[in-house]
């Protein structure tokens, strides 16, 4: 089984670099299995990329404004992606994840909730970050309970 990770965000935006930040800490676990893109803030320009390796699943990680504790963790699912802030992106997630939907079976949200949009990664997101990439090498990223 194939899997395509993006990591969305902006490296200099505080708690927004929390995706280009997993991306740096899983760019050695790369195989043929998964790939590991760095799509910073602009997702829509690796579609061609993720049509081309036929994933069976689809991995998005994002900083996004859930209105929960910073740092935690939540698979959003697609019906309320619309209503949630997502970091600065150049078209909606919505409509990037329904674009990939009629090539991709399976595709999951990953959203970590930021504490500041401003300066460095707050320790509590980075800490948040680093445990959602052990579960991604131990496969576990399912346990990752719903919004």
Same mark, same amino acid.
């Given at each position: +089984?194939?899997?395509?990770?993006i ?11 929390i ?9 050695? *676990?790369?195989?043929?299995d %998964?790939?590991?893109l760095?799509?910073?803030?602009? &997702? ?16 998005? #990680?994002?900083?996004?404004? +859930? ?9 959003? &699912?697609?019906e309320?992606i619309g209503? +949630? ?5 150049? #078209?909606?997630l919505s409509?990037?994840i329904?674009?990939l939907?009629?090539?991709? &079976?399976l595709?999951l949200? +990953?959203?970590?909730?930021?504490k500041? *949009?401003?300066?460095?990664i707050?320790?509590?997101?980075k800490?948040?970050?680093?445990? %959602?990439?052990?579960? #991604?090498?131990?496969?576990d990223?399912?346990?990752v &309970?719903?919004l």
């Amino acid at each position: +089984m194939k899997t395509v990770l993006i990591c969305i965000g902006n490296p200099d935006g505080g708690d927004d670099a929390i995706g280009p930040y997993i991306a740096e800490q899983l760019q050695t *676990m790369q195989t043929k299995d %998964l790939i590991v893109l760095n799509a910073e803030t602009v &997702p829509e320009n690796f579609t061609g990329v993720i049509k081309q390796h036929q994933p069976d699943h689809l991995i998005i #990680i994002d900083a996004v404004d +859930m209105g929960l504790q910073p740092g935690e963790i939540r698979i959003i &699912p697609k019906e309320k992606i619309g209503s +949630m802030h997502i970091s600065t992106h150049g #078209i909606p997630l919505s409509v990037f994840i329904n674009y990939l939907e009629q090539y991709i &079976p399976l595709i999951l949200f +990953m959203g970590i909730q930021p504490k500041t *949009m401003m300066g460095n990664i707050n320790a509590i997101v980075k800490k948040s970050g680093d445990q %959602l990439v052990n579960r #991604i090498k131990n496969n576990d990223y399912r346990s990752v &309970p719903f919004l």
